[in-house]
Nanobody
């Protein structure tokens, strides 16, 4: 499996922005559907965004639509999550995920078979 390493998390004031990065090792990055999930203590890991292998198709959770943007640079083996207009409820550990599975939606954590260690995002009010 590929190694995924997230970076870019931190503390930001409500209304501010952060950009998360996820660097993947290996030689088959362009073969992965990439996604972002987030998790808070005591809650299930939930879907945030995903991007197709080529980067031509994206999908977002309703809670982040219009504020977050997922992108990928296959030449750099990296996927990004630009987070704007951050709210306190966005506070979570954010996880990068990759999938080699054949799926139609990639909205569930079970649709992914590779995960990073997570990066903490804290949005203060």
């Amino acid at each position: 499996q590929a190694q995924l390493v997230e970076s870019g998390g931190g503390l930001v004031q409500a209304g501010g922005s952060l950009r998360l990065s996820c660097a993947a090792s290996g030689r088959t990055f362009s073969s992965y559907v990439m996604g972002w999930f987030r998790q808070t203590p005591g809650k299930e890991r939930s879907f945030v965004a995903r991007m197709s292998k080529s980067g031509g198709n994206t999908y977002y959770a309703d809670s982040v639509k219009g504020r977050f943007t997922i992108s990928r640079d296959n030449a750099k083996n990296t996927v990004y999550l630009q987070m704007n207009s951050l709210k306190p409820e966005d506070t979570a550990v954010y996880y990068c995920a990759a999938s080699t599975y054949s799926r139609s939606t990639y909205y569930s954590k079970n649709d992914y078979n590779m995960w990073g260690q997570g990066t903490q995002v804290i949005v203060s009010s």
